[in-house]
């Protein structure tokens, strides 16, 4: 089975015990879409070290956030855990 239906199937069940908030479904590059929502655990993928920016700290491969809000730009907030382990997910909206 592949990874994109495992992560829908557990969205589409987040989503009907209100674990889930706002979502957005964005375009990617290969064409194919990503569905997040708030409550979603993400992990990045790639290195941003903003701090040679002096944009804040580094966002390292490896680190895990549950999404906290998705704004009208459709940026993504999701607080890294500094250790890379899975923090708790927040409680449910609402």
Not at 5 to 32: C, F, K, V, W
Not at 41 to 62: E, H, Q
């Amino acid at each position: 089975m592949q990874v994109g239906a495992l992560n829908l199937g557990a969205q589409q069940i987040r989503r009907a015990l209100g674990e889930l908030g706002t979502e957005h479904t964005y375009a990617l590059p290969s064409g194919d879409e990503l569905t997040l929502a708030e409550g979603d655990l993400v992990r990045v993928r790639t290195n941003d070290y903003r701090s040679r920016r002096g944009t804040g700290p580094d966002i390292l491969n490896g680190y895990r956030g549950v999404i906290t809000s998705i704004r009208s730009d459709r940026s993504v907030e999701a607080p890294p855990s500094a250790s890379r382990t899975t923090p708790a997910p927040p409680p449910p909206p609402g």
